[in-house]
């Protein structure tokens, strides 16, 4: 069955970081709805063991399916490399879109050889990321890290200061160290610490993520799915949450700017 064209686009993640994916998203096709699902009882995934991580994903992505969503972009770094296989296997029906940390553009972009990849544990040591390093890295040394405590600070609306330095400054001065001059943010939580991670890092280093390609990614596929909205107005966001409602609207408001309620779901 074709999907409604005016259905709401799906996103989900294992807390509030991938509105920094939905924020592209809204920014390139501004008429579509949007209905965002946080897993936060169980943030983050990327200290979780794979077949948690799958488990998570096919439910929450089971409950967008079943509040009628068109598309499902998958806003986890951590779930897009464990579970986006057995995704399509189980919805058939439904189109995903996955991420994979910007490997190929900050290959082009270094001119000292040298780049960096911050993710999550699990993304670190997961084969994906290897296979991906492999393929694009091109005589480049790509040095990759685990950022342990980022997604923390994000879900706690701490985006800067002393708090925010004493956690990055260790994951990153062995970056630095190594003459790292692209800094790939491999977690959709993290650009909302770009702003500290670039004062820390300097204007010398360039620091990208994956979210412009994902919103491209996602308007190619309405595009040729003929799943545009067909609205000309800006469309809205439903947000939702497995964990605390008040909790993830104060940090919603803190990261965006912008008061959105949130809605506790079981999942």
Same mark, same amino acid.
């Given at each position: 069955?074709?999907?409604?064209?005016?259905?709401?686009?799906?996103?989900?993640?294992?807390?509030?970081?991938?509105?920094?994916?939905?924020?592209?998203?809204?920014?390139?096709?501004?008429?579509?709805?949007?209905?965002?699902?946080?897993?936060?009882?169980?943030?983050?995934?990327?200290?979780?063991?794979?077949?948690?991580?799958?488990?998570?994903?096919?439910?929450?992505?089971?409950?967008? +399916?079943?509040?009628? !969503?068109?598309?499902? /972009?998958?806003?986890?770094?951590?779930?897009? #490399? &464990? @579970?986006?296989?057995? %995704?399509?296997?189980?919805?058939?029906?439904?189109?995903?879109?996955?991420?994979?940390?910007?490997?190929?553009?900050?290959?082009?972009?270094?001119?000292?050889?040298?780049?960096?990849?911050?993710?999550?544990?699990?993304?670190?040591?997961?084969?994906?990321?290897?296979?991906?390093?492999?393929?694009?890295?091109?005589?480049?040394?790509?040095?990759?890290?685990?950022?342990?405590?980022?997604?923390?600070?994000?879900?706690?609306?701490?985006?800067?200061?002393?708090?925010?330095?004493?956690?990055?400054?260790?994951?990153?001065?062995?970056?630095?160290?190594?003459?790292?001059?692209?800094?790939?943010?491999?977690?959709?939580?993290?650009?909302?610490?770009?702003?500290? +991670?670039?004062?820390? !890092?300097?204007?010398? /280093?360039?620091?990208?993520?994956?979210?412009? #390609? &994902? @919103?491209?990614?996602? %308007?190619?596929?309405?595009?040729?799915?003929?799943?545009?909205?067909?609205?000309?107005?800006?469309?809205?966001?439903?947000?939702?949450?497995?964990?605390?409602?008040?909790?993830?609207?104060?940090?919603?408001?803190?990261?965006?700017?912008?008061?959105?309620?949130?809605?506790?779901?079981?999942?």
């Amino acid at each position: 069955m074709t999907p409604d064209r005016n259905a709401p686009i799906g996103i989900f993640d294992s807390g509030i970081g991938g509105l920094s994916v939905w924020r592209e998203i809204a920014a390139m096709i501004p008429a579509e709805q949007v209905r965002y699902i946080a897993d936060s009882a169980f943030v983050p995934y990327g200290v979780r063991p794979p077949e948690e991580i799958r488990a998570r994903s096919i439910a929450v992505a089971g409950f967008l +399916i079943e509040h009628g !969503v068109k598309l499902v /972009v998958v806003a986890c770094n951590t779930a897009s #490399a &464990v @579970a986006i296989d057995e %995704l399509r296997a189980t919805f058939p029906q439904m189109q995903f879109v996955g991420l994979e940390p910007a490997v190929k553009p900050a290959v082009g972009m270094t001119m000292t050889g040298r780049v960096g990849v911050l993710a999550t544990p699990r993304t670190v040591s997961g084969d994906r990321l290897r296979v991906l390093i492999e393929h694009w890295s091109d005589g480049v040394q790509v040095h990759t890290i685990a950022g342990n405590g980022m997604v923390e600070l994000v879900e706690a609306g701490a985006l800067g200061g002393e708090e925010v330095d004493r956690v990055i400054g260790p994951i990153l001065d062995p970056l630095l160290a190594q003459d790292t001059d692209v800094l790939v943010l491999g977690c959709t939580h993290y650009p909302f610490l770009r702003d500290a +991670i670039q004062t820390y !890092v300097g204007t010398g /280093v360039r620091v990208i993520d994956s979210g412009n #390609a &994902v @919103a491209r990614r996602t %308007l190619s596929l309405l595009q040729h799915g003929h799943m545009l909205h067909e609205r000309g107005k800006p469309g809205s966001i439903e947000l939702f949450t497995t964990g605390d409602a008040n909790d993830a609207t104060r940090v919603v408001e803190l990261i965006t700017g912008r008061a959105m309620p949130v809605t506790h779901v079981d999942v």
